[in-house]
């Protein structure tokens, strides 16, 4: 199993930044991917971004294209979102998940962290 924990939500205003991180611990050596997806009030999880473990590639949903960076230190088992030039449409609770098999449905997925962006 593995246990996945977010920290670093808040409030902030418009064009504002936050670092949301995600701790993973148990069997991390079984992680291949990992990603950030949201959530807001009402709407379907959409993802926001993707990392594959092994090699680093990254994949980002249109909308925070050029504005979110994704990263992973293996060392300390951290999943990292650098979210800049925040909008209101932004406002979701954030949740980080980890794949067994990068091809497949997540396997693992944190409680979330709220980030609310205000104009």
């Known amino acids: 199993q593995v246990q996945l924990l977010e920290s670093g939500g808040g409030s902030v205003q418009v064009g504002g930044s936050l670092r949301l991180s995600c701790e993973a611990s148990?069997?991390?050596?079984?992680?291949?991917?990992m990603a950030w997806f949201r959530q807001g009030s009402g709407a379907e999880p959409k993802r926001v971004a993707k990392?594959?473990?092994?090699?680093?590639?990254?994949f980002y949903a249109d909308f925070v294209k050029g504005r979110f960076i994704i990263s992973r230190d293996n060392a300390k088992n951290g999943l990292y979102l650098q979210m800049n030039s925040l909008q209101p449409e932004d406002t979701a609770s954030y949740y980080c998940?980890?794949?067994?098999?990068?091809?497949?449905?997540?396997?693992?997925r944190g409680q979330g962290t709220q980030v609310t962006v205000s104009s």
């Open positions: 990392i594959y473990l092994g090699r680093s590639t990254k």
């Open positions: 998940v980890a794949y067994r098999n990068c091809e497949r449905q997540y396997d693992y």
């Open positions: 148990g069997s991390t050596s079984s992680i291949s991917c």
